[in-house]
Structures are given as C-alpha cells and as structure tokens.
C-alpha cells in the first residue's frame, strides 16, 4: 500500500533529536511505498507557542533532506495545515459526538477537580474523572471545555513494533478534547486530522502508548478506521536509565548543525538509533534508507545516545563525500567553519589546507583549530618543544642544531613539492641518526605548534618556502 504519513511537532522551541527521529521514519516510508509525508503543524497549545519555531521546523527538514508533500510552503489538498487554524474542523466533529450522545459540556471548576483527585489520592485508588461525572451538564458553547464521555471496556489493537496490545477498562476516561480557549487537545485533534487528511501510519514516541485505548474509542465513535499505528522507543540517555533530556548533553539539531556536523550523518545516526537492517552495516545515505527501511526492524527497547558515535559517523561522511563528490563539494559545506585567520586567503588555498586536513577532521567546526597555523604564525613556545616526549632528552643546543641543520636543507631545495620534501626529511634522518618521530616531531611543532598535523611533506608543502623557513628561523632564534 502507499503509506500517507505525517511528522505533527509543535512549535514550542528548538528541535531535538527525538523530534527529528519521528519525521525520518514516517519520511523513509512513504518514500518507500511511493506514498506522501504530511508536515502538520500542531500549535493549539497557545501557552507554549514559540514564535519562529515554525521556520526552524521547516528548516531542520530541508537541510536534513526530508521533503513533504503536502503542508506548509507547498499547500496541498487537506489544509490548513497549522491546527489554529483548523477550529471550525473541530467543532464539526466534535458536535458529531455531542449529537451522539458521547460527548459532554463540563464547566467544573479546577479546583474541585483537584479536590476528586485528592480524594481518589488519599483512598490510594486511581483517579478516573468519569466516576466524578457531572449528572445535569449544561449544553455545550464555545467557552466552556468539551469531554468525551467514555464507554469503558476492553481493546485489543496491533502496534507495528510492539506487537499485540491489550488493555482493560479501567485505562479509559472522559478526556477533554476542547479546551475552554476553543482550540482542541492533541488526544482530539490527531484523530480528527489524520482522518481528514488520509493519514494511513500513525508513528509516535512509546509514550503515548497508554493512552491509545481513549484513541481508539474516539475512532469507534467517530466510525473511523483504525490507522496502522506505530510506537517509537525511547531515545535513552548514554547511561541508559531514563529518556534523553537536554541535561544528559544532547543539544538541538540547530546546535549540532552550527558545531559541523554534516545533514547526511545526522539522518543517518537518528535512523539507525533504534533501528538496523540485519547487517553489519553503519554508513546509510538516504537512498539507502529508503530502500532498506522497515517498521519490522524497529527494536521495542530503547536506544541509546551515543555522541561519540555521532562524531564517528560525521568523520566517515566528511571523507565520504570528499573522495566521492570532489574536495568542492567539502568545500561548500565548510563556508563558514574556517578560522577568521583565514578570511584574506582565496578559495583556492582554503582548499589545498583542506585537502591535506580532511581525513582528520570530526566535525567541521575542527577546522577552526586545526587550521589556524596555515593562516597565520602561531605562537612560539619553547616550553612545549622542549617538554616535547620525543624531544625531552635532548638539549636546548641540540635542538637548535637540528633545526639549523633543516633550514640549510630545506633552503637548498630545488622543488618545493610533497615528494621533494619527504626525500630532503628523509635525508635528514641519515644526516642527523634522528629517529623520524623526533626529528619529525621538531620540525612540525616548529611550524604549527599544533597537537596534531596532516603528513609533513604536505603541511610543508601547503605552508610553502618562504613561510616554512621563516618559522623555523624564528625558533632557532628563541631557543
């Protein structure tokens, strides 16, 4: 069948990773099955609305790849697509229960109900609001909350990744499916959308498993069809004892965008956080995805939240698309990530940097640390040369000698190029009977005074001549 889906989020701030997770999963099958996506945007709750989080929603789709078919900027046939703007919608259906039978008027002040749950507290038994019904409701009008009056009894329904579900009479209650500000409950306005707008596979978080047997209730008194309905589990926190929170150290999506890491890794890791093929496999591009995906290999447990994996992956995709789609296409993705040491320097030398630097990179925010001494001279410290492991056991004057003896050598080097370089190092090394990583480490920490560089030869090369002699000679002189 062509699955109609939906990704319904609300606009009530930054867009996490489990946000994200439930619009790549009903993205991956309508794909799949040649159906449609719906964005939907479910901003009744008024109180939380956050203004711009709509665009922000919009915007983590597109740059995750995950285009919809129908909702807003591309319209479509079942709209509106905001929930504020859908009142008259639910009135219509809600009436429908009220002219059933099934459906009530309840102005009872708040107080009192938090006087029944008191009560139902201190017998140590569960409060159910349909024992405390009214018995003379006034006729409903705009103004005063709307409750489904449930008919308690049994359900049995078929959770595509939970499996065969069974729950009792007492999980049901008169929930409020309009508030008094008019605008409908999320347990009322999902059921009345997504029949509205065909939606074949209900996909949510394992939260909102408990309160599936009042949605099927409504559906029974609605006379609508059951949709396939899809639980998610849990993205856990690293310990792996409760739900993820901003507290455990994941940040929005927004974050880890603006930190470098690229949109193919972040679709790939939230796809695979609960998920997997069968196989060994760890690298998915979105075509892949689409073609492997499916709801029956969907763990029922929860999964874990690994940063590190997250940085792993973005790495494979960093070298994934340089060797695959050209340095350019690394290139484009890296505006904006380079150190402002860079920002009088052509494209065309950025490049050559991040040629030599790629592989090394986890994220592309690296960049800015691990590229600032190809900009601009670093910071000659001789404390770090000469605490140095490899360079601790020799003197201050043994030191300068070497770095004496690779001025002489380098200066007398015909060709400045990778190959002509490495066979002058390597001459060195019989020169000065110099293990590689000492000699080596000396004349890298002598022009960068980084941690960590690319191959010699090409960091040599990058730096060119005249910028690589000039730092060693401003070392020597230091010493």
Not at 19 to 38: C, D
Not at 120 to 133: E, G, V
Not at 336 to 355: E, N, R, T
Not at 428 to 457: D, G, Y
Request: glycine letters at 6%; proline letters at 6%.
């Amino acid at each position: 069948m062509k699955a109609i889906t939906r990704f319904a989020p609300s606009p009530t701030g930054y867009i996490h990773i489990g946000n994200v997770r439930s619009a790549i999963y009903p993205y991956l099958i309508a794909r799949q099955t040649g159906g449609k996506m719906i964005l939907r945007i479910e901003d009744t709750d008024r109180e939380r609305f956050v203004e711009g989080a709509t665009d922000l929603i919009e915007d983590t789709l597109k740059w995750l790849g995950l285009d919809w078919d129908e909702g807003p900027i591309v319209g479509g046939p079942h709209g509106p697509y905001f929930q504020s703007e859908r009142k008259d919608i639910y009135e219509t259906w809600a009436k429908k229960l009220i002219a059933a039978g099934r459906a009530y008027a309840d102005p009872t002040p708040k107080e009192q109900i938090d006087a029944y749950r008191a009560e139902c507290n201190a017998k140590k038994i569960p409060f159910l609001y349909r024992n405390f019904r009214p018995e003379n409701p006034p006729e409903w009008q705009p103004g005063i909350p709307l409750r489904f009056k449930a008919e308690p009894k049994p359900y049995t329904w078929h959770d595509e990744v939970m499996g065969d579900m069974h729950a009792g009479p007492e999980t049901e209650d008169d929930i409020i499916i309009l508030k008094k500000d008019g605008y409908p409950t999320y347990n009322f306005a999902h059921i009345v959308d997504d029949a509205e707008m065909g939606v074949t596979h209900v996909m949510r978080g394992v939260e909102y498993l408990s309160s599936v047997p009042n949605y099927l209730a409504l559906y029974e008194a609605l006379h609508l069809e059951r949709p396939r309905l899809v639980s998610l589990p849990h993205i856990l926190a690293p310990n792996g004892n409760k739900k993820l929170g901003k507290r455990d150290g994941a940040k929005s999506v927004t974050e880890y965008r603006e930190d470098g890491i690229l949109a193919e890794a972040m679709l790939n890791y939230l796809a695979c956080l609960g998920w997997n093929d069968g196989t060994e496999n760890e690298i998915y591009s979105k075509a892949d995805l689409i073609k492997h995906f499916s709801l029956d290999r969907i763990q029922t447990s929860g999964a874990r939240y690994d940063e590190t994996k997250l940085l792993w992956l973005n790495g494979q995709w960093i070298r994934k698309i340089f060797t695959e789609q050209g340095k350019e296409a690394l290139f484009e993705r890296a505006k904006g990530f380079w150190p402002d040491s860079a920002a009088s320097f052509d494209d065309d030398y950025k490049m050559q940097v991040l040629s030599i630097i790629y592989d090394r990179l986890k994220t592309l925010s690296d960049l800015k640390e691990m590229t600032d001494y190809f900009f601009k001279d670093p910071t000659v410290d001789v404390d770090a040369l000469v605490n140095n492991k490899f360079l601790k056991k020799m003197s201050e004057a043994e030191i300068e000698s070497l770095l004496k003896k690779t001025i002489v050598s380098l200066s007398n080097l015909g060709t400045w190029n990778a190959d002509s370089l490495q066979e002058a190092l390597n001459s060195l090394l019989e020169e000065t009977n110099k293990k590689p990583a000492e000699l080596f480490s000396l004349i890298r920490l002598a022009v960068s005074f980084a941690p960590f560089s690319p191959a010699l030869n090409l960091t040599l090369e990058t730096l060119g001549r005249d910028t690589t002699i000039a730092r060693l000679n401003s070392v020597a002189r230091a010493i």
